[in-house]
């Protein structure tokens, strides 16, 4: 992940300076809070890569400067990705970072969760998006999905999610250190069944933005 580190400060310091992609640019600062931080989650669960494996799909909903979206397309160029984010200029920055890094399996949409409708089975990753009872119900979809949530280490103070128990599945909660940082907790869920409200006309099919 070296070369990745290296071209994405780089490109921090040109094109996009001024766009707050990221407050770190100490590079291993940036290589355990960014970096590692993406990576480790799902390469310490072997039910978050076996998901990954088996879907093929990963839809990082809320990448803001790339995070966990860039470092994962990077290591896993044979898994589809698709970033999706409602703020407009981190898009563009993250397409046009994606075309630098010549990663043609990564596809960014300028959208919302609440507007998409998963027509195609994926894992789906949140990192510093919200929170968990509200980003679940959010999610339209007639497939089998995962959801990881990457949290910080006391997020069972702060949340509570056994409303969203009666539709998904807790299947995965591991705690990890990660230098420089106060510890991460991984959070999956698996959606039950395949029943779902219908698929409104006004809805984006996932299928369409890859
Ligand atoms: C705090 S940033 C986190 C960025 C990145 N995941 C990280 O950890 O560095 C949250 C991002 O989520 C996006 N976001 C929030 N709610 C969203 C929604 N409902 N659909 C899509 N994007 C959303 C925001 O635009 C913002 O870029």
């Not at 669960?45 to 839809?59: C, H, P, Q, T, Y």
């Not at 399996?105 to 998409?116: M, N, Y």
């Not at 949530?149 to 995965?172: A, C």
Request: charged fraction near 30%.
């Amino acid at each position: 992940m070296k070369e990745f580190c290296e071209k994405y400060l780089e490109i921090l310091e040109t094109e996009f300076k001024g766009l707050n992609l990221t407050r770190i640019t100490d590079p291993k600062e940036f290589y355990n809070k960014q970096v590692l931080d993406s990576l480790l989650p799902l390469e310490s669960s072997e039910i978050f890569m076996d998901a990954l494996r088996e879907k093929g799909l990963l839809v990082d909903v809320g990448f803001g400067g790339g995070f966990p979206l860039l470092p994962i397309a990077y290591k896993y160029p044979d898994i589809e990705c698709l970033g999706i984010d409602s703020r407009r200029k981190k898009v563009d920055a993250v397409r046009r970072i994606g075309e630098m890094f010549h990663m043609e399996h990564l596809k960014v949409a300028h959208s919302r969760l609440e507007d998409i409708y998963f027509d195609r089975s994926a894992v789906l990753t949140f990192k510093a998006v919200g929170k968990i009872t509200d980003l679940l119900p959010m999610i339209k979809s007639d497939q089998e999905l995962f959801a990881f949530f990457y949290k910080g280490p006391n997020y069972s103070e702060l949340e509570r999610f056994d409303s969203v128990l009666r539709d998904w599945e807790l299947v995965e909660e591991k705690m990890m250190s990660i230098p420089g940082t106060e510890g991460r907790v991984l959070l999956g869920f698996k959606k039950k069944g395949n029943v779902s409200p219908l698929m409104e006309k006004s809805l984006v099919k996932v299928s369409t933005l890859l």
